[in-house]
Nanobody, 121 residues
């Protein structure tokens, strides 16, 4: 499975961005999908995940109420809508695929290349 993330950029605090991740080379609907992020000098951390059908989602406390993960299995795409962005959301954001449901980076089988989100104060 190949994953291609896009949609990052520079935004002011309080603004919004929508990240997209398109999958190819596999059966997208058989994978749970997650978003992770890594800020400079920090460990990669969990942001959000969605089950294969899209019926269940789970968020890190730091983004709950501001970010929304969703997927469109017909388009092989997972999204991350990010609202009320804060400077501390600045990071490279990665999408990833897992056979199952997990918030642990090491559980994921496939990773995209990352897209940079920069939030200015």
């Amino acid at each position: 499975v190949q994953l291609q993330a896009s949609g990052g950029g520079l935004v002011q605090a309080g603004g919004s961005l929508r990240l997209s991740c398109v999958a190819s080379g596999g059966t997208f609907s058989t994978y749970g999908m997650g978003w992770f992020r890594q800020a400079p000098g920090k460990e990669r951390e969990f942001v959000a995940t969605v089950t294969r059908s899209g019926g269940s989602v789970y968020y890190a406390d730091s983004v709950k109420g501001r970010f929304t993960i969703s997927r469109d299995n017909a388009k092989n795409t997972v999204y991350l809508q990010m609202n009320s962005l804060k400077p501390e959301d600045t990071a490279v954001y990665y999408c990833a695929a897992v056979k199952g449901f997990s918030i642990v980076p090491g559980s994921y089988d496939y990773w995209g290349q990352g897209t940079l989100v920069t939030v200015s104060s």
